[in-house]
């Protein structure tokens, strides 16, 4: 089986697209979405849509659709202008849109892997597993009910074990960076992000993983142009410097929930 996993489009519509595209010529048997389609992006009830559309795709929820349920709660968890994006996202969801959000699952198993937004250990609290953060990757590898687990969240690509360090350290995971599992481990894998990717480098990202060759490859989208996204942003009453955000000139968030 092929897998295909992409994680974060945060209401990206000509990022999704162009994740849509490339995703044509990849053969692949099944998809996984691993949450936060919505928040920061101008286009959050076009994303949903296009993401209801696809066959043999699995959607889970993440933090900022449970945000947009939750204002109250999300404000005191998320940083200023995360939170300012998805009052303003909530407010224009359709009625069909708030329908398909509220029953998306936190999780989802397929085969040996399984999918989460943030950790497999307690995944509405929404943790970060990162490269280095010991505790919160043996408690994700420990709580997975898999051996696999796909995890999103940080925007940024990633291969983790139980020692806690980036499996692949020397990469920063350009297009066709790949992985041979050996089997003999635990693993998560983060695809990075379609919508806002963040770290090294900033094209959207996504992983395909082959389950007959053991194989997790990392893919990143030629060609996609963040500009138009981004003057979208501009003509919004969305925080300007979520437009920023999109291209290497700013640094991403540090403070709260992304």
Known sequence: MRLGIFSDVHGNLEALISFQEAVRE????????????????????????LLRSVENLSVLMGNHEWAAQNLDAAKFVMNPLAYRAIVWTAARLTRVNWDYIRNLPLGSEFDHCCFFHASAHCPENWDYVRSGDCLAIRLCLEFSPQRIVFVGHTH?????????????????FSDGTTYKDPGLSSLIVNPGSIGQPRGGLRSPSFVIYDSGTGTITWRRIAGYDPT???????????????AYFLSNKFQPLTRGAT
């Open 156 to 172: 940024q690509a990633a291969l983790l074990d139980a020692g806690c360090d980036d499996v692949l350290p020397c990469s920063l």
């Open 228 to 242: 138009v996204t981004a003057q979208k942003i501009l003509s919004t009453s969305l925080p300007s410097k979520l």
């Open 26 to 49: 990849e053969k692949l048997d099944r998809l996984f979405c691993l949450g936060d389609s919505i928040g920061y992006g101008p286009n959050p009830n076009e994303c949903l849509e």
